[in-house]
């Protein structure tokens, strides 16, 4: 199971060590985790509330984790990535991978990244008690993902 | 026949998160001009399609895509994952 | 606390969520743990035996995070490191960062792991049925350092 | 009086963790060439020094290191930390 999107929280230790435990007997020296919480920039923030596009979300997920172990040798990757409601904190999402070398596991961490920022079917809106807006992109995630189209 | 999504802002301009268009569109672009046609709404979630994204059939593509086969489009801003 | 040498094995889950509990308001979104496994490459590996130098490895584990803490803006770092005797599929170290952007935590991540693989007083010998040997340092890993003296 | 600290390979080699050593020696080099002269075990662990990492008083240093107010000398080869 490489890919869950879930309403539910989550237990980022939990799912790194089942994550770790996949991997016995694999070879897989070195384990990356990447968490992204909820921020609360502007001291406002209620609530962050992510909407995504179920179906494509997870076949978006699958088709990138299928891009980072064809670049990387990878012994396993795995994303997980709510929607629905959380708040300032809470886990939003994680990505782990699982490498023989630890270069390919960060590598593959921070590709995984900046293509699920973008190019994943999430938006998130920041409800504050005043105000709600949608989280507008952010012309760095584009400039992280020119790095790879090497 | 084709299922049109809507999602984040362009989902609340609209009004609506899904629609079944009656449509013979051969591009994204067609139908999007056939939906700019209909009500100001419509109009005003596609004034600047530099702003938007979109799908076919579960695939992101640009608005020059066929729609022959398609039986899903959806429509909505850039992707703020992660 | 943000160094730990120890001869216990260690949960990297409750590791990882005791960090993150760490970062509560810090407004660091970002969250990047590596962890280092056993591996039995040899297929033939019953022990691996990590030495070190007590006194020193904490004041150069400490000195590597300061050095990270300069270069980025991290919120938190933390490193653990094992010694004595463990068996392939076993943790034997950690690291974590804690960032506002994931850019910096990843970065961060990845300068400490390169600089307490080969700046850090530890050394690994490998015990087989056989025989034992100490690992050789790697001249990548060396080399992976050059990139931070810019 | 300094005391020298052996790790790794080295350790095996000289056959001790540590000693306490009586020496005038100004420099890491001058105190390795006294050990050198005592017993063919220290000459044998100090044969190729690019294979040796020195710290002196638990900082990594290099074998021109002063050795004046030192109190603790260590030998061991390049670590493989991680």
Known sequence: ???????????????????????????????????????????????????????????????????????????????????????????????????????????????????LKSRAPFWKKEHSAQSAAWVEARDEDETALNRWSR | MIDVLYFAWVRERIGTPRETVETQAETVQALVDELRAREPRYAAAFQDLSALRVAVDQELTDFTAPLAGAREVAFFPPMTGG
């Open chain 1, 1 to 115: 199971m490489r890919v869950r999107v879930q309403d539910a929280p989550f237990d980022l230790g939990a799912e790194a060590n089942a994550f770790v435990a996949r991997q016995q007997g694999a070879q897989a020296g070195a384990i990356v985790t990447f968490t992204g919480i909820v921020r609360d920039i502007a001291q406002g923030l209620d609530v962050m509330e992510i909407e995504h596009y179920p179906g494509m979300t997870e076949r978006a997920l699958a088709a990138i984790i299928d891009q980072a172990q064809q670049r990387w040798p990878l012994a396993d990757a795995f994303v997980l990535h709510r929607y629905g409601r959380m708040h300032p904190d809470e886990a939003i999402m994680m990505v782990a991978t699982a490498a023989r070398h630890r270069k390919d596991a960060f590598e593959a961490a921070e590709f995984l990244m900046d293509y």
